[in-house]
C-alpha cells in the first residue's frame, strides 16, 4: 500500500489496552500509532493539537469522576473541533442505544474488541476514506429492532443511496442535496441500519436488490 502511513490516536483509561492495540495496529504497513490518550478530555486536547487521521475511542472511559466525560460526548466535541478526524468506536458494549448514540454523535465505525482485528482494520481504513465502519454484530443489533414497516427508505434517503452508487462522497452529496455533511452523516446511519449494511458497497448492491436502483 502506497502513500503515508494513516496517523492513529487511541483513547482508553485501560494502559494495558493501549499496548495491546498500539502493538497490533503498528503491525500493519499502513497504520501507525501517533498518540494515545487516557481519558475523552485527553482525546479531544490531543486530537484538536494533533489532527490524527482517526481516533480509537472507549466508549466508557473509567475514574473519570462527575467531570469526566464518555466516548460519545468525546465524539461529539471532536465533530466541532476537529472534523477533519474519523472516529472510530471500539468497545465492549454492542448495545443498540449506545451503537446509536455513538453513530448519531458523529462515529464513522463501530466495533467490538472481542472482534477479529480484521474487522477493526477495516473500519479504521473505511472511516480515513469516510466509509462507515460496523463490526456484523452491531449491524444486526441495529437492524434487529427495526420493525419491519420502518425498513423502507424515505424519498431522501433513496437520493443518498442513488449518489453513494455515484461514487460521491459524504462532502459531495451534502452539496448536491444542499445538506449540512453531518446530515448526510446522519442519513448514512439510517440507510445503513435499514438496509442491513454496514458499507457503501454493501447499501448500494441491497438497494438495487429492493429496485431502489437501476445500475443497468
Not at 469522576?65 to 472534523?83: N, Q
Not at 449506545?98 to 463501530?110: I, K, P, T
Not at 448526510?184 to 431502489?212: F, I
Request: without cysteine; hydrophobic residues 50%.
Amino acid at each position: 500500500m502506497s502513500g503515508a502511513p494513516l496517523r492513529l490516536l487511541v483513547a482508553d483509561d485501560h494502559a494495558v489496552v493501549r499496548a495491546g492495540l498500539r502493538a497490533l495496529l503498528e503491525g500493519e504497513p499502513d497504520l501507525r500509532v501517533t498518540a494515545e490518550a487516557a481519558s475523552g478530555e485527553e482525546a479531544v486536547r490531543l486530537a484538536e493539537r494533533l489532527a490524527p487521521d482517526v481516533v480509537l475511542m472507549d466508549l466508557r472511559f473509567g475514574g473519570g469522576g462527575r467531570s469526566g466525560i464518555d466516548g460519545v460526548e468525546a465524539v461529539r466535541r471532536l465533530a466541532a473541533g476537529a472534523p477533519a478526524t474519523a472516529v472510530v468506536m471500539l468497545t465492549s458494549y454492542s448495545g443498540r442505544a449506545d451503537v446509536v448514540r455513538a453513530l448519531e454523535a458523529g462515529a464513522r465505525g463501530y466495533v467490538l474488541k472481542a472482534g477479529p482485528p480484521e474487522e477493526l482494520f477495516r473500519a479504521v481504513r473505511g472511516a480515513a476514506a469516510g466509509a462507515l465502519g460496523l463490526a456484523p454484530e452491531v449491524v444486526g443489533e441495529l437492524v434487529s429492532h427495526v420493525p419491519s414497516g420502518e425498513r423502507e427508505l424515505s424519498g431522501r434517503e433513496v437520493e443518498v443511496v442513488r449518489l453513494l452508487a455515484d461514487g460521491l462522497s459524504n462532502r459531495s452529496i451534502a452539496e448536491a442535496l444542499f445538506l449540512s455533511e453531518a446530515t448526510v452523516k446522519t442519513h448514512l446511519v439510517r440507510v445503513y441500519r435499514k438496509l442491513g449494511a454496514d458499507n457503501r458497497a454493501a447499501a448500494v448492491s441491497e438497494a438495487v436488490r429492493r429496485g431502489l436502483l437501476d445500475l443497468a
